[in-house]
């Protein structure tokens, strides 16, 4: 029975942890995607410098 | 009353499992928003030719016309707004940004971060509905009531909200921590200038007018989404906190403190000024380079570099001073903030002498490469000071302390532009070659930089006589802390 406890506990802090990755990603995947879009954009604009 | 009441430090405080790396993007959103500030310069002409293009017949000639072909076409109305009156709007947005750091820094400390990074996202997008109005009536003082005045308010609450809760988090490597949020505000910008452009194409196709109506209009609605994103995101540690297996070091840098001091006594110590003279100088000589760079790279080289591609390489700079808040700030961690600022203040004077040697040599790359090295250490001053604060005046107050010492901040902002068109108007005065114009101004900027060495180079630990008398701060001092929470490094 405790075992049972035991091992149903340490399968929710595994969802969790997993879930909490997956929120990580997904924030920085949200700042990063545009950041990455504006500096391409620069970058595309400035490549004629060193031609 | 519920939103109020989530906005609460006490309802933002992380639960057990919170994964602090959340914090940084949370961060990240509020400066990548508030960063537009400094592409605003995309609007100034537009906003010149509001009442000339609304006089047009909306034939399909016109129509045909992008935005950006049709506002190059067509002269400004008599009852236009003129330039210096358009760039009113920034500078009065850049003062208020230094303005309201300072005075609300102390509130923020005491609501924490989510109630001001609400606050800002407020301001900042209510910023830009006024604005819209403004343009729409075509009535200055609502646009320099919107975006300059609240806007402003919202930049400042906005630059400061995150800093002190992520140097919380990351007692372990604050620099890096505080240098990826201020990296937001140098990237904010290429965010800012591509998208308002492109949106004020769709705006003058969908209606007749330059746009910038339903630009700002639509960037406070993006903008507010954006920035709620970190206002939903962003927690505080619980009080006692540190990371699983932080250890502090057990020989910590002399000026690294393990005391508070408040934000009242910070002002009366010598530290701090000598930190806001630090952050003066390198701002002003950075704003010396960035000013400067459109017209000088063209006068230095005259048939290689043309307006185009002068535009491409301020872009360039740009990214410099993006990744230089990170890069830098995150070497802070490592070599410590003094040293940091010693190499700026020595490597600083040595690529500002070696620029008029590449405009007489006619080297691209050495220019280039120099102002590149220059904007990076420019956007490192800005990232690394949070951290030298914190390591001289503890964490307690430390978001209070950074708004203050953001008063240097929009000092350099009136003073760098007028210190270079003074000099440029005095060389211009008795004849120097277009080519040699910019010689004296970087050698005074080189100047500029060694006071900030003499100044960094007298910086010492606080004396003991204003610490706070409550308890000392525990991320930075070696003490057997049990951590309340187990939260993931």
Redo the contacts between chains.
């Keep these: 029975m405790a075992d049972d406890v035991r091992l149903q506990s340490a399968s929710a802090s595994s969802r969790a942890e997993n879930s909490s990755k997956l929120l990580v990603v997904l924030a920085w995947t949200f700042v990063l995607v545009p950041l990455a879009w504006g500096v391409t954009q620069t970058l595309v604009k400035s490549v004629a410098i060193f031609r | 009353m519920a939103l109020l009441s989530f906005l609460d430090r006490e309802r933002s405080i992380a639960k057990p499992?919170?994964?602090r790396?959340?914090v940084p993007?949370?961060a990240?959103?509020i400066h990548?928003s508030i960063g537009q500030a400094y592409a605003f310069s995309v609007f100034n002409k537009p906003l010149t030719k509001l009442m000339a293009v609304s006089q047009l017949a909306p034939t399909d000639t016109l129509r045909a016309l992008s935005q950006s072909k049709l506002v190059d076409a067509v002269a400004a109305a008599p009852t236009d707004w003129s330039i210096p009156e358009v760039t009113w709007v920034f500078s009065l947005a850049i003062v208020f940004l230094g303005l309201s750091a300072a005075v609300f820094g102390a509130w923020l400390d005491r609501v924490g971060p989510r109630k001001a990074m609400f606050a800002s996202a407020m301001c900042f997008s209510f910023g830009f509905f006024i604005g819209a109005v403004g343009v729409h009536l075509h009535q200055l003082w609502l646009l320099l009531l919107g975006y300059g005045v609240l806007g402003g308010i919202g930049l400042g609450l906005g630059y400061i909200s995150p800093v002190s809760t992520l140097i919380k988090w990351f007692p372990d490597k604050p620099g890096m921590a505080t240098g990826l949020a201020i990296m937001?505000f140098g990237?904010g910008?290429?965010?800012?200038?591509?998208?308002s452009v492109k949106l004020m194409g769709y705006f003058h196709a969908l209606h007749h007018g330059v746009g910038t109506t339903g630009t700002f209009a639509a960037l406070g609605v993006i903008y507010l989404i954006y920035m709620m994103?970190g206002v939903f995101?962003v927690r505080v540690p619980a009080p006692g906190w540190n990371p699983i297996g932080y250890v502090p070091s057990e020989h910590p840098s002399k000026l690294v403190s393990s005391y508070n001091v408040s934000v009242n006594d910070a002002w009366k110590t010598p530290q701090f000024w000598l930190l806001w003279i630090m952050l003066l100088v390198n701002v002003t000589a950075g704003i010396g380079i960035l000013s400067q760079a459109s017209p000088m790279s063209q006068d230095f080289f005259p048939v290689r570099?043309t307006a185009?591609?002068a535009?491409?390489?301020v872009?360039?700079l740009?990214?410099a001073n993006?990744s230089g808040r990170f890069l830098w700030s995150t070497f802070s961690d490592y070599i410590g903030r003094k040293a940091t600022y010693l190499v700026f203040f020595t490597l600083g004077p040595l690529m500002y002498v070696l620029i008029p040697l590449s405009g007489r040599i006619r080297s691209?790359s050495l220019f280039?490469f120099c102002c590149f090295v220059i904007l990076t250490m420019y956007g490192g001053g800005f990232a690394t000071i949070p951290a030298y604060l914190r390591d001289l005046f503890g964490t307690r107050q430390v978001g209070a302390i950074h708004g203050r010492i953001l008063t240097a901040w929009s000092t350099a902002g009136v003073l760098g532009p007028a210190l270079v068109s003074y000099i440029g108007k005095y060389q211009t005065d008795h004849g120097v070659p277009k080519a040699h114009q910019y010689d004296l101004t970087l050698y005074i900027m080189a100047g500029l930089l060694l006071i900030g060495l003499i100044c960094d180079l007298m910086v010492r630990p606080v004396n003991e006589k204003y610490h706070s008398p409550e308890i000392p701060d525990t991320s930075t001092m070696r003490v057997f802390t049990p951590a309340p929470e187990r939260t993931?490094g």
């Design positions: 499992g919170f994964n790396w959340l993007p949370a990240l959103a990548l937001g990237g910008a290429m965010i800012a200038a591509p998208l994103f995101t570099i185009v591609i535009g491409g390489f872009g360039l740009s990214i993006m691209v280039v993931r």
